[in-house]
């Protein structure tokens, strides 16, 4: 097989104030250089090049083409103006980049990446977006006698998480775009003891940044001291808790994808460990798929959906769960239960069940209060 070479070299931005080397080979390939590929994902590109030394990831196994390989070439650098003339470089073509975005956008809407992946999703959710917007608007202009700039249109296109957070009333107390512990939560509404929690948890990829006594004085603040946080971390922060905040924000940000990406929470562990009892022999599965979406759980000997919400369901699109209730039940029996729900409640529910209806055993307007469910569920079974 003939070396490559890269003949042409330029600084690719379609991310304002990301900047990603791109290269053209001498057989009219467009590509990025590993460096590059990982800075336009967000991703360390150590982490790159692990996905593609021990491909396929555990994470993007389920939704990945089995013909797809991430398969990678070395060039040598000719073009005159990159500041790596005369080195090889490992090289991603916009094929193989295109099909990882894919893969961390399905990865990411399923709700399967892990924690510390999950902002590589994000990412890859807002950039195909921005993509699609970009080439749209070149194509009409193009059709219409029209020359575009493509990097400027795609930055105008890509959505700016931290102006969506400012459009959304976000203001910062301390100089130069700082936000304190006090912002987040009056935004957000919630306890500071939550936003201490994921702060913890996510210690490695949100670094507080320690206000000095003068800046703490600058805004009336009388602690002797104070972290505070870049508005880059608080979108992080905000697009990582299912509050009515960070639902709504979702929602603009990802669009649908957003909506229907639950988050796996310790109580749908617990009816999980709950349900696999109760219907042992019974062809329980978790996260069905049916038709364009998924269920939480699918007894197909009952021809049975059950689906868990909790209090962020009363933020989801009305309509698209009209869609999705109608789909499911033209075939299937449907109960809808709060998890806190008890046991004996839900199979009354059950038995009130058949296809074509839906079973709601739960009042929208009452969640987020305290429920008079017993979330003891175990305790039913011994």
Not at 172 to 199: V, W, Y
Not at 223 to 233: E, H, P, S
Not at 295 to 300: E, G, K, R
């Amino acid at each position: 097989m003939q070396e490559r070479k890269a003949v042409y070299y330029g600084q690719v931005e379609l991310i304002p104030g990301i900047i990603s080397d791109g290269y053209v080979l001498d057989d009219d390939t467009a590509v990025m250089s590993e460096r590059g590929t990982a800075e336009l994902l967000g991703v360390d590109q150590k982490h790159l090049n692990r996905v593609r030394t021990n491909w396929p990831p555990k994470v993007l196994k389920p939704f990945i083409d089995e013909a797809f390989s991430v398969r990678t070439n070395s060039v040598e650098v000719v073009a005159k103006n990159s500041p790596h003339k005369g080195r090889e470089i490992t090289i991603y073509d916009s094929s193989i980049i295109e099909n990882l975005i894919r893969f961390y956008i399905l990865a990411f809407a399923n709700n399967k990446l892990r924690e510390n992946q999950k902002h590589i999703g994000e990412r890859c959710a807002i950039l195909s977006a921005s993509l699609i917007k970009t080439a749209l608007d070149a194509a009409i202009k193009e059709a219409c006698g029209l020359s575009t700039n493509i990097q400027q249109t795609a930055q105008k296109n890509y959505i700016d998480a931290v102006k969506i957070i400012k459009d959304f009333g976000f203001t910062c107390t301390a100089p130069n775009d700082i936000a304190t512990k006090k912002d987040i939560t009056q935004f957000l509404d919630i306890p500071e003891s939550t936003l201490n929690g994921f702060l913890r948890k996510h210690k490695n990829e949100i670094q507080p940044i320690k206000l000095d006594s003068a800046t703490i004085r600058s805004f009336g603040g009388k602690a002797a001291r104070m972290n505070g946080y870049l508005l880059d971390d608080v979108t992080k922060i905000a697009l990582g808790m299912d509050s009515v905040i960070g639902i709504k924000l979702k929602k603009q940000v990802f669009g649908q994808i957003g909506s229907f990406a639950k988050p796996n929470t310790s109580v749908e562990v617990q009816w999980r460990e709950v349900l696999s009892k109760v219907f042992q022999g019974f062809d329980l599965y978790f996260n069905y798929q049916i038709g364009p979406y998924k269920v939480d759980f699918f007894v197909a000997q009952l021809m049975l959906v059950l689906e868990c919400n909790g209090y962020c369901h009363r933020f989801y699109d009305e309509k698209e769960e009209k869609v999705r209730e109608k789909l499911v039940t033209q075939k299937y029996s449907l109960v809808r239960f709060h998890h806190k729900i008890n046991l004996e409640t839900l199979f009354n529910g059950i038995l009130q069940a058949k296809p074509g209806k839906m079973v709601k055993l739960y009042d929208l307007e009452r969640l987020g209060q305290e429920m008079p469910f017993d979330i003891n569920h175990t305790a039913l079974l011994n």
